[in-house]
Nanobody
Framework: QVQLVESGGGLVQPGGSLTLSCAAS????????VAWHRQAPGKQRELVAS?????????YYGDFVKGRFSINTDNAKNTVNLQMNNLEPEDTAVYYC?????????WGQGTQVTVSS
């Protein structure tokens, strides 16, 4: 079993930055990909960023990211981070960490990000 715990969310002003962290524990091997998703009120969950393998693989970002976010993994600490810069009010959402291990998806409980002045 795999457990994922997100942290780092909060309230930030437009143009500000946040770093989300996802700490993974349990049977973490044969990782297919790691990813961050988000869900705003009244909207469907959408993919923010993903990286294949256990870090160092192919990276994908949603079109709305526009170079503002960066996903990275720290294998020594079993964490997946999402660095977010130049945040906009439209980035307000609950952000979820997702890890796929041999075809099985695992999710964290989510962390709230609110961008507001």
């Amino acid at each position: 079993q795999v457990q994922l715990v997100e942290s780092g969310g909060g309230l930030v002003q437009p143009g500000g930055s946040l770093t989300l962290s996802c700490a993974a524990s349990g049977s973490i091997f044969s990782v297919e990909y790691v990813a961050w998703h988000r869900q705003a009120p009244g909207k469907q969950r959408e993919l923010v960023a993903s990286q294949s393998g256990n870090g160092g693989g192919l990276v994908y970002y949603g079109d709305f990211v526009k170079g503002r976010f960066s996903i990275n993994t720290d294998n020594a600490k079993n964490t997946v981070n999402l660095q977010m810069n130049n945040l906009e009010p439209e980035d307000t959402a609950v952000y979820y960490c997702n890890v796929n291990i041999r075809g099985s998806n695992f999710w964290g409980q989510g962390t709230q990000v609110t961008v507001s002045s």
